[in-house]
């Protein structure tokens, strides 16, 4: 069976967005091609961080010969979301790691000098230099099962989806599931390698995708003068049609962003948006007896309190977790208590402390230095009034879900589950809608969020008691969605996967120059490409669904 070169670095342990994203994904991904509804398996290539234990990582046979010649690789293999993953340890001298650098400006106007004494930065670079060599090795063990599409997640493999495609001629898609531009709160640094990196993503990628579609937007609105540079600097190096196939990018870049979907997704010509999922089994099992507890915990915690907000996540300013601070100080409800959890550092526990000190709530807020473990955390979602993730910038918004989802599981048991305000920003823009299935803060300026318009909102969401019923159970519907299915998800996926592959074929398949019209041709491809993969899937559920029966 054909592969997806799955390229991805944090998938040592659990921690992180993209972790969650692939092993969540995978077991989809498996049960599609168990009942023949996608016709390829993933073929995962992990970096390995020498800063963590090995864990459950073992020196993988498959690369037995590869590494036996490559003193300074290692490759080591581990079961993620149920399908085998390797993850590749290497290093580089100084001197390889400079050239390298200069592989990168050469190749891509990667611009390394900022990042090149970074840690981390040179733990990837040796994992970008030897993917390529890797895929390459495996492809020739498996000459069988060639390797179809290249995925890259995120910045962080981007360069290796970029030398992959070189090395081993197939499509490559990226996909963005944060970007430096939100990252630094609308304030990059313009030669951050990882911005960079970004940039030349929307030149080399034959397919970008976002994990919203207002992820994908803000991504090609913000980098696609940088791309612009970087083709401009490069053109002079590269054929004329090379040059065809970037105006043609750019055109479909600019169109993209005109597009207005009907509900949370796009599939365009060269550039999508398309959301994360959830799996709902574990939250369809919480007990009451589980919700309960919840409650008892939160009683626990402020004893003279009747209504309870929670947050958690990360300490970063851009979480929100200042202004929610702030808002609660201002929406003055005796009633109401405050819990934040999060893994903070003796001074940013310190900065929090005394700013609830001194603005006199102490009383009213409780913090939690470190993380909660999964059952207790949905326990806590469960019983809680309102869950605050008031974010200033948030490509998708995992949590958000979580927070439906503990809607669905309240509602399944009589109970009323929490209210979910959010920021509205990114995906949580697109899947909250106010009054309906949560609140989503206005932002006033792109990553300025008003303290006082915060308050005002949980205001409604604690006093409202009819309001909180109905949107409890708006959340319970929105969760259950197709969209944030990962069964219907990896369908889409893999339709992005055909549209990759098109327009790789398109510029490199038969080596003539296209004409000035491609943009409309492919409108139209793309659309008989829907309609063709939804009758496909259609007459393959009810075939799977007269099995079943």
């Known amino acids: 069976m054909k592969k997806v070169l799955f390229l991805v670095t944090e998938l040592q342990k659990p921690v992180g967005g993209l972790y969650r994203y692939a092993t969540e994904l995978f077991p989809?991904?498996?049960?599609?091609?168990?009942?023949?509804?996608?016709?390829?398996e993933p073929l995962v290539l992990s970096m390995r961080d020498t800063g963590a234990p090995l864990?459950?990582?073992?020196?993988?046979?498959?690369?037995?010969?590869?590494?036996?010649?490559?003193k300074e690789v290692k490759v080591y293999e581990a079961v993620r979301g149920g399908v085998k993953c390797y993850f590749l340890e290497a290093?580089?001298?100084?001197?390889?790691?400079?050239?390298?650098?200069?592989?990168?400006?050469?190749?891509?106007?990667?611009?390394?000098?900022?990042?090149?004494q970074w840690d981390f930065y040179q733990k990837l670079n040796a994992f970008w230099k030897y993917a390529p060599a890797v895929a390459e090795f495996w492809q020739q063990k498996h000459p069988k099962e060639q390797i179809a599409v290249i995925d890259a997640q995120d910045w962080l493999?981007?360069?290796?989806?970029?030398?992959?495609?070189?090395?081993?001629?197939?499509?490559?898609?990226?996909?963005f599931h944060s970007g430096e531009?939100?990252?630094?709160?609308?304030?990059?640094?313009?030669?951050?390698?990882?911005?960079?990196?970004?940039?030349?993503?929307?030149?080399?990628?034959?397919y970008v995708q976002g994990v919203s579609i207002s992820e994908a937007k803000f991504e090609v609105f913000n980098l696609l003068p940088l791309k612009q540079n970087l083709t401009a600097e490069l053109a002079a190096l590269r054929p004329q049609k090379w040059k065809q196939e970037q105006a043609w990018k750019d055109e479909c870049y600019e169109e993209f962003m005109l597009l207005e979907p009907e509900d949370l997704e796009i599939v365009?010509?060269?550039?999508?948006g398309i959301t994360n999922g959830i799996i709902l089994d574990d939250w369809r099992n919480v007990t009451p007896e589980r919700i309960k507890f919840g409650k008892t915990v939160l009683k626990k915690l402020l004893p003279d309190?009747?209504?309870?907000?929670?947050?958690?996540?990360?300490?970063?300013?851009?979480k929100g977790i200042d202004h929610l601070i702030d808002a609660f100080a201002l929406l003055r409800d005796s009633s109401a208590g405050l819990v934040i959890s999060s893994r903070l550092s003796e001074e940013e526990y310190q900065k929090y402390y005394s700013k609830i000190v001194s603005l006199g709530i102490a009383k009213d807020v409780v913090i939690y230095n470190g993380w909660i473990e999964e059952d207790l955390k949905k326990s806590l979602f469960c019983a809680c009034d309102v869950l605050a993730l008031p974010s200033l910038y948030e490509p998708f918004g995992l949590v958000t879900l979580e927070g439906l989802a503990a809607d669905l599981a309240a509602e399944l048991h009589g109970f009323v589950g929490p209210i979910v305000v959010v920021g509205g920003t990114g995906g949580m823009r697109e899947v909250i809608?106010?009054?309906?299935?949560?609140?989503?803060?206005p932002m006033e300026h792109e990553f300025e969020l008003k303290p006082s318009l915060l308050a005002r909102i949980l205001h409604i969401a604690l006093s409202n008691e009819k309001l909180h019923g109905r949107i409890s159970a708006g959340g319970a519907r929105r969760v259950q969605q197709k969209y944030f299915d990962w069964n219907y998800i990896i369908e889409r996926v893999f339709e992005i996967y055909g549209q990759a592959a098109a327009n790789y074929e398109l510029w490199r398949g038969n080596g003539k120059t296209l004409p000035r019209k491609t943009s409309e041709e492919m409108r139209r491809e793309v659309s008989r490409h829907q309609s063709m993969m939804k009758e496909v899937f259609h007459d393959a559920m009810k075939e799977a669904q007269s099995r079943k029966g």
């Open 28 to 40: 989809a991904w498996k049960k599609a091609v168990g009942e023949k509804r996608v016709n390829m």
């Open 55 to 70: 864990g459950d990582l073992k020196p993988s046979d498959e690369f037995t010969e590869f590494v036996a010649t490559r």
């Open 91 to 116: 290093s580089l001298s100084d001197d390889e790691r400079n050239a390298f650098h200069k592989e990168l400006w050469e190749k891509f106007r990667i611009r390394s000098e900022k990042s090149a």
């Open 157 to 175: 493999a981007f360069p290796a989806g970029f030398l992959c495609k070189e090395k081993i001629k197939a499509p490559l898609n990226c996909r």
């Open 181 to 206: 531009v939100g990252r630094s709160l609308g304030k990059p640094d313009l030669e951050n390698a990882a911005l960079l990196i970004e940039a030349a993503a929307l030149q080399e990628a034959d």
């Open 268 to 272: 365009g010509a060269c550039v999508g």
């Open 305 to 318: 309190k009747k209504k309870f907000i929670v947050f958690i996540g990360r300490a970063e300013w851009r």
């Open 433 to 441: 809608k106010n009054g309906v299935n949560g609140f989503k803060v």
